[in-house]
């Protein structure tokens, strides 16, 4: 039995956790180790039992709370080669990694503690952004958190996944007549920044499979989108292609989701 949450997704911070009774891991640690406990622990889960940390890039959204987090229980933290060298100097987490780095490489599979995993990369204006492919014992996810553009890459891995966690971060329409300034808007909107609604839509059409059973939507702007937009255009692409049955769910900004529960032995 397979335990999904996602304890926060945004700007404001961002990580997701996935566990069973034996082996749990985080996606990015963006926000303060507190809130992470308090938000697992309404689960009966516990933070001090997390066996790893998943790293996508360097954005503060994503690391901002990583290095109180390993200084405490120093539990193993995957990146790739160049982003742990930007972990050693960021100010977040200088000093605080020692005996926790473990470096992965893209498109390669790395196992720890029974999970295998594969990091792949994709286009964001970080140094060496990635997103995830994870075989947790037979149930598959994928994750897609900040990613400009639809790659083949990005197509394949999500193409694998029964579970599929993915940006829809902006509304056309909404981000252009918004307050942000012309040089951020153009940011989010080019190759290297955030999935729009409708691009995010596309990557569904061309990676639905028949055992694909869930999409979460996740790193929804607060300023330029709406949950039901995202919700809405996920769903209508789903259904255009077959996916009336696949559980979509556009994940909250600032508090945890509900708590999934994936179990293989009552499909």
Known sequence: MTRFISLSSGSNGNCYYIGNDKVSLLIDFGIGGRTVNRRLAAHDLSL???DMVLLTH?????IRYLGGFTERFHKVVFATEALHKVLEHHFCT???LGGCVRETVPGQETE???VKF???SVPHDARDTVGYYIDFFGDTFTFVTDVGSVTDDVVHYCSMAQHLIVESNYDPGMLVTGPYTPELKRRIMENHGHLSNEQTAELLKRAYHDSLESVFL???SANNNTPSLAFESARAALN???GEE???YALPRREASPLFIFDRTKS
């Open 58 to 62: 360097e954005h503060m959204d994503h």
């Open 94 to 96: 200088v000093g605080k």
């Open 240 to 242: 255009s292609v077959g």
């Open 118 to 120: 594969t990091p792949f």
């Open 112 to 114: 720890c503690a029974g």
């Open 246 to 248: 696949v559980t979509l």
């Open 218 to 220: 996740c790193h929804l």
């Open 48 to 50: 001090a039992k997390v």
